[in-house]
């Protein structure tokens, strides 16, 4: 049985796992690109070698006594992974933004261990993919996915016993892609009793916990999880240094990498925010997949990740409207991965034999035990993105933006692939909506323009509305949607009228008449508190104009225990606008009392 166990781990280590009458109808995207390729350990004959740019991530590795930075290329990495495995501390958290490389880590670290499988007693790695798991009953849901391998031999008892004699380190990846439309609150509860249950200092095994740190840092159910335990985090950086960059760079183009480098150097130095960008691996390769032409004139049409997307994908796509309507539906339904059932035919307009032509053609859907699924998952946010972008120019916008609260890269892909044209009509949606979940969207997306020549226009369009209003009397919906708005762009008295509008009222009533989000709050893990602070944290820059000032008065009036280290943050930032230190300060001083801190400090 270990045997058995072993040999179809390592087949769903690399992903080879595809169903024999899929392997006939459809070739997988061959990952051609180095860095994500996996050693296949117990087979030597077509073992690969680890390429030398798959060791230039960079991690920070942190546990309760130290916090060091790390580098695969470094042999520490492993042995510390391998102390890991060995110590009383049994769960590890792999995080980092989308894109750097958490999925890739993990299965390095199931092959480095699936390679030692000839030691005695030496310890199993069995990866699972969180976001197919679609019950609460987690051992179950493990062994099912085992058997969709072709491993049928373990049963429920047999897992149990080789998790509680220490044989096992299981790896639970894409635990942010939970389907949380169906009940994913609940799966994550059920999985946090599983690891409870079976992964103590008593025991040999060990669970890694794989999250984007954008899930992470809006889970008061995940956050809260990892606090009250012992647990180690390792977290991704990805490219951090430029010959990183460099190396990646000319594996990934032999032909003309050297100047596409020198390119990007300049690029660098030119715009603050690429560097930031680059440094995720997944974003690198579509950056490099650009002609040089395009990356001479980069500068002028916007370095921003949904251009980077869009001018990658021009090249390879053969049918814009079927990807987004596929990834549209993928999105509304909160999933990341699909098979060619009758619901998707029907939502397509397109039989089964047309359909898997589609995906063979389009270059960027993979296949894998059975399943069919984007590339990476950003692909899916940013086609879907174009999907809304697409409803909002046939006039639709309304309603595809009533669906579903738009999160994490969809709105900063929207917003960045807005021009002049569509962002009128998606203002214009401002004046006839009453849905409350639309009006959230709105706010999000436009939050998320960085195009300042956008942003200007878009501030003379709020402007104009906002002048019209007479904030004097008692303020109904829309012209509280306007005035929030008008924060996003720099409007200071709006958002002074909304804090004292919010005084007169009390906290209570005005959050729940203007600031609420579709059935409580469910994609905030159903804590207002949570989107509040997720709200703060998300509009960062003095860009944004005041909004914050609502959003930090909120916070303290609701005792936000969380918002502590950000209003902190803000009071001592000295280049930030000095009243909304002030309002930080206050709502501090509601939260701990007295403060020692200066809001006039430097």
Known sequence: MIGELLSYIVSGIIGSGVAATLEATFQ????????LKVIRPLNRATQLDRPADFADFGCHWKNTDREEIEYLESSSLYSKFKDFTRSDQKILVVT????????????????????????????????????KIHSDNIPSELISQLNNRGCTSLSLS???????????????????????????????????????????????????????????????????????????????????QDNH???????????????????????????????????????????????????????????TLANIYRLSFEKTRTDGRFLRDLAYWLFRNDRYYFSMNHELLQHLAIDKDSCRSKLRAQGLIIAQSGY??????SFRDYFAAERILQAIDENQGEAFLSDRVIHYLVSEFVAGLLDNELFVKLVSIIDSTTNDLVKNNII???????????????????????????????LNEYQIFLAAIGGIFGFREPVETLVDYAKSIGIGKFTELFFITKNGYEYYSNSQDCWLLEWLKALPSKKYGYTRLVLCYMLGEMK??????????????????????QYAHEALKKLVGETNLDVSSK
């Open 28 to 35: 997988p995207v061959s990952k051609s690109i180095k860095f």
């Open 245 to 303: 960059l460099k190396k990646f760079i000319l594996l990934t183009d032999k032909e003309q990498g050297l100047d596409k480098w020198t390119r990007t150097k300049e690029l660098l130095s030119e715009d603050p925010n690429l560097r930031d960008l680059l440094q995720v691996p997944v974003i690198l390769k579509r950056f490099v997949a650009l002609d040089l032409h395009i990356l001479r004139r980069m500068v002028s049409t916007g370095i």
């Open 560 to 581: 936000a225990e969380k918002s502590i280290p950000h209003l902190k943050r803000i009071i001592l930032d000295s280049t930030e606008d000095i009243l909304l230190r």
């Open 96 to 131: 980092g933004r989308y894109g750097t490389g958490k999925t890739y880590l993990c299965k390095y670290l199931a092959g480095r261990l699936a390679e030692e499988s000839h030691y005695p007693r030496a310890k199993i790695p069995i990866y699972f993919d969180a976001s």
């Open 444 to 474: 999000d997306i436009v939050s998320e323009v960085e195009d300042e020549a956008l942003r200007s226009q878009a501030a003379s369009l709020i402007s104009e509305r906002i002048k019209s209003l007479n904030f004097d009397s008692d």
């Open 158 to 240: 047999e897992l149990g016993h080789l998790i509680k004699v220490g044989r096992v380190v299981i790896f639970l990846d894409g635990l942010d892609q939970l389907p949380y439309l169906m009940g994913g609150t609940g799966i994550l509860e059920s999985i946090f009793d599983f690891i409870c249950s079976n992964f103590s200092a008593n025991g040999g095994s060990s669970v890694i916990l794989v999250v984007r740190e954008e899930f992470y840092q809006v889970s008061p159910e995940f956050q809260q999880f990892v606090l009250d335990r012992d647990v180690t985090t390792l977290h991704l950086r990805g490219f951090v």
């Open 372 to 377: 069919f699924q984007f590339e990476h998952q």
